[in-house]
């Protein structure tokens, strides 16, 4: 929910009045965690809503949002409304900064879900210096993954992870070829390169080398004419779906598609990259989602909480992984009971084992420190224009 | 060697349509002497102005295409006359730059609200679908008709400038904007239709690239900063220059991704730019900035 500065100003007072400024607060500290009133749990939310990458990142903390109204509207958490403050980031690291320092002013009990491959990085000392829960954010990064911050809970694999295990599933399944990689220059991507090659290694492909690029490159014909030259089996995209799409466009233009098929990270498996590439994808990429398809059985209490949500928000890729992050959110809420702290949150997701918090999303595993836990993914291809499962495939840590 | 001329060959088409769009910020620069940033948001959102009129009322690209140039001239109007010229004689350059910096963040904010959820966006081309083969690359019949569509262009307004009534006066007001108004010529005016020439370029500039590049908010963001490269390389007042200057970076930047890497070709491009700036500050095709003393 994108708010209006009156808006966010009376959210922020709010927020302050009842985190430890106000009698009220002060109170109720006592009995439970930051955030944590008699009637309200207070988490916050920063995410391009403006910038590059809105279309595609607004409808995660949108998903989530629907879910917790739904939740909210059926008597919330043990008796307590799920209020989520969601912010700007423009997808810039100092502008989500500025939102985690505002959430740690105001005292919120965790920082939950957002998207991006930017910010994360740069927001997760200050949560690390200030012990605040960060969780489920739709960033893909080893920098991430191994972090060792133990309040940092993902249920979305690096991007290198992902290609990893795709690369290995397609190999095995179509057999081993070249590989050409096109590399979306964010951090981490240097790790991600080399994921890619060693999992090409160790299907028996060859890895035949690649390019990495700058996030919405004008013309990416001369990527594509490097590409085509280099005759692959094979085209790994690690891009965002606005890029991609542009890429596997400027493929079919200039007849360069791949012998075999196009894989490509989770932004593949999204509304915007499907709708936008239309047939040429059909029977030539394979994805991988992170939680099951909009069409599924499983995805339809999200759909449920989509239909009443106002406007109406579609099901895709990610939007239901806003929402599928939001009911392990409301599930772990739900188990921590009444004394609800930043603590006991933590140790509920640690005590986790193959839970199956939410219906769309694989059994969730976190340990005692890991920072991932899934290693499940949906292997999804693309036919006739629309989304289609091919099973589960192992995302090794 | 195959791939060296695809990637000239790609450049070329790509610089003129850098080309394309800083044609309009040389217009407008002539015209006011305000070099235009929201140009590229100018050419988003008409762009996305047809896309809705061909969803919302089913029609072909082609009919939409005509209301879209409709609503283009409105809207050069409306930006110049409630943005840019109320207070305009006491405000000074930096204030109008500021100006049309504020108009490309609007436009941004408009776009982003109105129409930018589920982007990127397929756009159909007005030309057939289908490519000439030219060794490694194909020449699409879309990046031809681009190509045409800037060339019927140049010569329209190099007629438009040298053989016509309006055209000169357009010329003088670039020139001398004070004694083209002590002589009688309604600049205002003038202004007017230059906006609203511009707004009608930008969009045939975003409906040939929306097909290629997918019709989105930040279509035009990478467009504008190179066609303000072309600009200024071209000479900032030259109008055939500003087609040589996007030709270049286009050229450049294909060939340096090609053999260089992607990240390296903005390092050729900006170096050139600032090399060219340097060794010849009026660029390459515009003449040096005389004042009598």
Redesign the interface.
């Known amino acids: 929910m994108k708010r209006s500065a009156p808006a966010t100003l009376l959210v922020t007072l709010t927020m302050l009045a009842t985190s430890g400024c106000g009698l009220t607060g002060a109170t109720v500290e006592k009995a439970s965690g930051p955030g944590v009133t008699d009637t309200q749990i207070k988490i916050g939310t920063t995410n391009p809503l403006t910038g590059p990458v809105a279309a595609s990142c607004k409808p995660v903390s949108d998903g989530a949002l629907a879910w917790f109204n739904y939740v909210n509207n059926h008597g919330g958490i043990n008796g307590r409304k799920i209020v989520d403050q969601v912010l700007d980031d423009a997808f810039t690291a100092p502008e989500a900064l500025s939102n985690v320092r505002q959430f740690v002013n105001a005292g919120v009990l965790a920082v939950f879900g957002g998207c991006g491959s930017v910010q994360p990085p740069a927001i997760l000392p200050e949560l690390a210096k200030k012990g605040i829960p960060y969780l489920f954010p739709y960033a893909s990064s080893t920098t991430l993954e191994a972090s060792g911050y133990k309040r940092l809970f993902l249920v979305l694999p690096s991007y290198g992870h992902q290609l990893a295990g795709l690369i290995k599933t397609a190999m095995h399944e179509l057999g081993p070829g070249s590989v050409w990689f096109a590399n979306a220059q964010i951090p981490g991507s240097d790790q991600t390169e080399q994921q890619v090659r060693q999992a090409v290694q160790e299907a028996g492909g060859t890895y035949l080398g690649g390019e990495t690029t700058i996030v919405g490159t004008s013309d990416y014909t001369p990527l594509v004419l490097k590409m085509k030259a280099a005759r692959p089996d094979y085209v790994v995209l690690s891009q965002g779906a606005p890029d991609a799409a542009r890429i596997v466009q400027t493929m079919a233009a200039q007849n360069a598609l791949p012998k075999k098929r196009i894989l490509g990270q989770a932004n593949l498996a999204t509304a915007p990259f499907v709708g936008s590439v239309g047939d040429i994808a059909t029977g030539r990429v394979l994805t991988v989602s992170p939680v099951e398809l909009a069409t599924s059985e499983a995805a339809a209490s999200c759909r449920k909480a989509f239909a009443k949500a106002s406007p109406p928000l579609t099901a895709e890729g990610y939007s239901l992984f806003g929402c599928g992050t939001a009911q392990i959110m409301t599930e772990a809420l739900r188990e921590a009971g009444k004394n609800l702290t930043r603590e006991r949150l933590v140790q509920i997701l640690r005590s986790w084992q193959a839970k199956k918090a939410s219906p769309i999303f694989p059994a969730v595993t976190f340990g005692a420190s890991g920072n991932l836990g899934v290693t499940r993914m949906i292997l999804v291809e693309i036919q006739g224009g629309q989304l289609a499962s091919k099973g589960e495939l192992e995302i090794a840590p | 060697m ?2 060296f001329a ?2 000239v060959i ?2 070329i088409t ?1 610089g003129i349509l850098y080309g394309l769009l800083g044609f309009p910020i040389v217009l407008l620069y002539k015209c006011t002497g305000v070099a235009n940033f929201a140009q590229g948001n100018i050419a988003t959102f008409l762009t996305f102005v047809v896309f809705v009129t061909m969803r919302s009322a089913g029609l072909r690209i082609l009919p939409a295409l005509g209301i879209g140039l409709a609503s283009a001239a409105v809207t050069g109007a409306v930006l110049y006359l409630v943005g840019l010229r109320v207070n305009a004689d006491s405000a000074d350059h930096v204030n109008m730059l500021m100006r049309t910096l504020a108009l490309y963040l609007l436009l ?2 408009v776009i ?1 609200v109105r129409w ?7 756009f159909p081309t007005v030309f057939p679908q289908g ?1 000439l083969h030219a060794g ?3 020449i ?1 019949y879309q990046a031809i008709g681009a190509t045409g569509v800037a060339g019927v262009l140049a010569v329209l307004f190099w007629l438009f400038f040298k053989r016509t009534a309006m055209g000169v006066l357009f010329l003088a007001t670039a020139e001398r904007r004070d004694i083209a108004q002590l002589l009688g010529v309604d600049t205002r005016r003038l202004t007017t239709i230059a906006w609203v020439m511009a707004a009608v370029v930008s969009l045939l500039v975003g409906v040939l690239v929306a097909p ?3 019709l ?3 279509m035009m ?3 504008l900063l ?1 066609s303000f490269t072309a600009v200024i390389l071209g000479g900032l007042t030259s109008l055939p220059g500003v087609f040589a200057g996007g030709v270049i970076v ?1 050229v450049v ?3 340096v ?2 053999y260089a ?3 390296s070709s ?1 390092i050729a491009i900006f170096g050139l730019l600032l090399l060219v700036l340097v060794v010849r500050p009026s660029g390459l095709f515009g003449g040096p900035s005389l004042q009598r003393v």
Do not use: C, H, K, Q
Not at chain 2, 116 to 122: D, I, K, N, T, V
């Open positions: 195959e791939l695809g990637a790609s450049g790509v941004a904010g982003n930018s959820r589920g982007e990127p966006f397929a490519a490694l690359i194909n699409s290629t590049n997918l989105a908010a930040n963001d990478l467009f190179y286009g930047g294909n060939v991704t090609v890497g992607d990240d903005n």
